[in-house]
């Protein structure tokens, strides 16, 4: 079983277009998350959520809408797509340890190629 | 906010020598210290992380240590072998405000035979 899983993995479409990308994770975990990794492989965090309550917002275009139905589920929609929205982004969920370290599981990823 | 930076961003080395990934960090209240590895086509994936209270930690052929009072960590990986070239990321993050990881910018790492 998958532990993060995002979909779709690749995803191709025309400027100005709206996609989504989907995420669930069956860890159990309270807090979710959205990355982006540009092509110079920068790992960038976007949003966070824990128990559905957005609690991270980077500065993130508001073309770019993160919704959580639940706890296991984190979905990006991303509005009228730009040529810079050509990336791969990661889903990942964490728990906060006993030690307070703060473990994230990534998903595969999502590669978003904008012509 | 914090500002986490890396080096090298490539490192090459031939198989059994070890490799050495060096991380500074700009926030003093930071107090946990993750490394990830990318492999091609996934996502990172936790390899080894140290905590603030730790000066150092290991774990087989991958270590960790961190120097506080100069705000800065290193990765070290002996007697490499091929599966160990990847993408390694440093990051850092502290306890309360979301606990937002920052992660440094990346070293490619490739180990030649």
């Known amino acids: 079983d998958t532990a993060v899983s995002q979909t779709p993995k690749y995803l191709v479409t025309q400027m100005g277009n709206d996609k989504s990308i989907k995420c669930e994770q069956n860890?159990?975990?309270?807090?979710m998350y959205w990355y982006k990794q540009d092509s110079k492989k920068f790992l960038k965090i976007m949003f966070s959520?824990?128990?559905?309550?957005?609690?991270i917002n980077e500065t993130v275009p508001n073309r770019f809408s993160p919704k959580s139905p639940d706890k296991a589920h984190l979905n990006l929609h991303i509005n009228s797509l730009e040529l810079g929205d050509s990336a791969v982004y990661f889903c990942?969920?964490?728990?906060?340890?006993?030690?307070?370290?703060?473990?994230?599981?990534f998903g595969a990823g999502s590669r978003l190629t904008v012509l | 906010g914090e500002n986490v930076e890396q080096h090298p961003s490539t490192l090459s080395v031939q198989e059994g020598d070890s490799a050495v990934i060096k991380c500074t960090y700009s926030?003093?209240?930071?107090?946990?210290f993750p490394w990830y590895k990318q492999e091609l086509g996934k996502g990172p994936q936790l390899i080894i992380d140290?905590?603030?209270?730790?000066g150092e930690k290991k774990d087989q052929r991958i270590a960790v240590t961190l120097n506080k009072t100069a705000k800065h960590f290193s990765l070290h990986i002996t007697e490499t072998q091929p599966e160990d070239s990847a993408v390694y990321f440093c990051?850092?993050?502290?306890?309360?405000?979301?606990?937002?990881?920052?992660f440094g910018t990346g070293t490619q790492l490739k180990v030649e035979l």
């Open positions: 990942a969920s964490s728990q906060i340890m006993g030690s307070g370290a703060n473990v994230l599981t």
């Open positions: 860890l159990g975990h309270d807090t």
């Open positions: 959520y824990n128990n559905k309550e957005l609690i």
């Open positions: 926030d003093s209240a930071s107090n946990y």
């Open positions: 140290i905590r603030s209270n730790v």
């Open positions: 990051a850092a993050s502290r306890t309360g405000g979301g606990n937002k990881l920052t």
